[in-house]
């Protein structure tokens, strides 16, 4: 897959969560944008691929978003951020194989109905006689 890194923005806020001072002061959170629609790596088929695969995290301006907190460093969190956007777009850009329906053979068949009529067998087995 092509590297779209330069086409990426960042912007950084403060973490949530424990940490203390570190959290309170210093801003490590990174999110990362990307512009789907004016991406110059992908061709059109390709963008509305990752379009229609990732709509739920892309906004309304077209830009697909994600936050990273996960580390202590700013720089960290951002090379992360990048790793992460890449894994998404790439495994958006996947086309499942298409399925053909099949049908079951004739050993399939028989074994389920061998199966059961032992059971049949067995559940009459246990009916009270006189």
Do not use: C
């Amino acid at each position: 897959m092509e590297d779209f890194s330069k086409e990426l923005t960042f912007k950084t806020s403060r973490s949530s969560g424990a940490g203390g001072q570190n959290v309170n002061k210093v801003e490590t959170a990174v999110t990362v944008l990307w512009n789907v629609e004016k991406s110059e790596f992908f061709n059109d088929d390709q963008k509305s691929l990752i379009t229609s695969k990732l709509k739920n995290r892309i906004n309304a301006d077209g830009y697909l978003f994600m936050t990273v907190s996960e580390s202590r460093t700013q720089l960290m969190n951002k090379n992360k951020a990048i790793e992460k956007i890449q894994d998404i777009v790439a495994q958006s850009l996947i086309v499942p194989k298409k399925r053909y329906a099949t049908k079951p053979s004739k050993a399939q068949k028989q074994k389920r109905l061998d199966t059961k009529k032992k059971l049949s067998d067995k559940k009459e087995n246990r009916k009270f006689r006189y």
